[in-house]
T-cell receptor, first 113, second 115 residues
Framework: GESVGLHLPTLSVQEGDNSIINCAYS??????FIWYKQESGKGPQFIID?????DKRQGQRVTVLLNKTVKHLSLQIAATQPGDSAVYFC????????????FGKGTHLIIQP | GAGVSQTPSNKVTEKGKYVELRCDPI?????LYWYRQSLGQGPEFLIY????????DSGLPNDRFFAVRPEGSVSTLKIQRTERGDSAVYLC?????????????FGPGTRLLVL
């Protein structure tokens, strides 16, 4: 099957370790940010989101950090598992009636056993 | 409940042909979005609907691409005179309502190959 990870930055971590995936977004007017996980042959799956009035949000094993000063977003995954292997995309929505998401380039996360 | 569904899952066509791709959003979701994803890239926005009307079609690449949502539920993306460069995965997403902070849930996509 196809590989959505082709030509993407790759991050390889040991199973059980924590991983951090970084993303630089483009629009300083963006007010909503989302992380999606995409496995090969599947559509993007929502992981966690954050609004621009927050700088940190936690979910189950995941934390998103937002630094608006440098337009940087990160996704932290704790105690990585084999099922975490996928391509991770950050996406932003600038609002103002334009509700289509703008996606980043993606990072291919590989969990080593 | 059921997620977003898309048909067909794969479509192979010849250059110059016409294709239709279908999207069934999550029941009750009023906003529907189409994206296109090329190999190794993130999804790119094409068009979105609020109800039956196209609220933003700024992402459609040219006039060969058209989408409809006549009853405010199912949507069809139509591509005329297909070109090899149209080959990609076409993704559909839906959200409960329109809004910048509404979570968009994606379907599995239709993989289009134009020979």
């Amino acid at each position: 099957g196809e590989s959505v990870g082709l030509h993407l930055p790759t991050l390889s971590v040991q199973e059980g370790d924590n991983s951090i995936i970084n993303c630089a977004y483009s629009n300083s007017a963006s007010d909503y940010f989302i992380w999606y996980k995409q496995e090969s042959g599947k559509g993007p799956q929502f992981i966690i989101d954050i609004r621009s009035n927050m700088d940190k949000r936690q979910g189950q094993r995941v934390t998103v950090l937002l630094n608006k000063t440098v337009k940087h977003l990160s996704l932290q995954i704790a105690a990585t598992q084999p099922g975490d292997s996928a391509v991770y995309f950050c996406a932003e929505n600038s609002g103002g009636g334009a509700d289509g998401l703008t996606f980043g380039k993606g990072t291919h996360l590989i969990i080593q056993p | 409940g059921a997620g977003v569904s898309q048909t067909p899952s794969n479509k192979v066509t010849e250059k110059g042909k016409y294709v239709e791709l279908r999207c069934d959003p999550i029941s009750g979701h009023t906003a529907l979005y189409w994206y296109r994803q090329s190999l190794g890239q993130g999804p790119e926005f094409l068009i979105y609907f609020q109800g039956t009307g196209a609220a933003d079609d700024s992402g459609l690449p040219n006039d060969r691409f058209f989408a409809v949502r006549p009853e405010g539920s199912v949507s069809t993306l139509k591509i005329q005179r297909t070109e090899r460069g149209d080959s990609a995965v076409y993704l559909c997403a839906s959200s409960r309502r329109q809004g910048a902070a509404e979570t968009q849930y994606f379907g599995p996509g239709t993989r289009l190959l134009v020979l």
